[in-house]
């Protein structure tokens, strides 16, 4: 079955610690996307990818880095430098432009760092 | 930029209600999606609708975009449609803006 695979579902880290997390997709879809969604909000765009090798910031990117080595894979890596990094990630990928096709999501991953 | 007010923030209704969600942005859009979340965090795009009316059973939207708003309408309310609707809305960039969400909840 075609979709987008986020790992792991839960992550726990001390503060100062990098992590990253995965996400895969086998729906040959070209641009890729990286939301971070607190308690009770909307989701806020980091990062986006709309082509192998290239990525641009989202609204909060600060603390965070991304890499696009092949279409299916945009891991995330969440760095010490971001102050608040307890949240809920999710991937999102879709075949065209943002502004003209349809966003699919993973199921997420869910971040806590003490 | 844009903004996006989703309303009513919270909804509670039995099954079997009918219910409508409505989504107003502050400018002109490209596309307009809706999206259901439900209670473990799965995002589900309901329908990419930037202008007109859409159908998919129980679920329906309707984009006036000349007039800056959507509705999303439910019907026959189950409690599988509990969870939180989003909208979100895209002005030519890849960046989606996403509402606040709309959180339904169906009781049996």
């Known amino acids: 079955d075609g979709g987008i695979t986020q790992s792991p579902k839960y992550l726990f880290r001390k503060e100062g610690q990098n992590v990253t997390l995965s996400c895969e997709q086998n729906?040959?879809?070209?641009?890729m996307y990286w939301y971070r969604q607190d308690p009770g909000q909307g989701l806020r765009l980091i990062y986006y990818?709309?082509?192998?090798?290239?990525?641009q910031k989202g609204d909060i990117a600060e603390g965070y880095s991304v890499s696009r080595e092949k279409k299916e894979s945009f891991p995330l890596t969440v760095t010490s430098a971001q102050k608040n990094p307890t949240a809920f990630y999710l991937c999102?990928?879709?075949?065209?432009?943002?502004?003209?096709?349809?966003?699919?999501f993973g199921n997420g991953t869910r971040l806590t760092v003490t | 930029g844009i903004q996006v007010e989703q309303s009513p923030p919270d909804l509670i209704l039995q099954e079997g209600a009918n219910s409508t969600l409505r989504c107003n942005f502050s400018?002109?859009?490209?596309?307009l999606q809706w999206f259901h979340q439900n209670p473990w965090g799965q995002l589900i795009n309901l329908f990419y609708?930037?202008?007109g009316t859409k159908q998919n059973g129980r679920l329906s939207a309707t984009t006036v975009a000349t007039e800056r708003y959507s509705l999303l309408y439910i019907s026959s309310s189950q409690t599988t449609d509990s969870g939180v609707y989003f909208c979100?809305?895209?002005?030519?960039?890849?960046?989606?803006?996403f509402g606040q969400g709309t959180r339904l909840t169906i009781n049996p």
């Open positions: 609708i930037p202008s």
């Open positions: 990818s709309q082509i192998v090798n290239d990525f």
């Open positions: 999102a990928s879709s075949f065209g432009q943002a502004d003209n096709s349809p966003l699919h």
């Open positions: 729906l040959n879809h070209d641009a």
């Open positions: 979100a809305v895209n002005q030519g960039a890849q960046k989606l803006v």
């Open positions: 400018d002109s859009v490209n596309n």
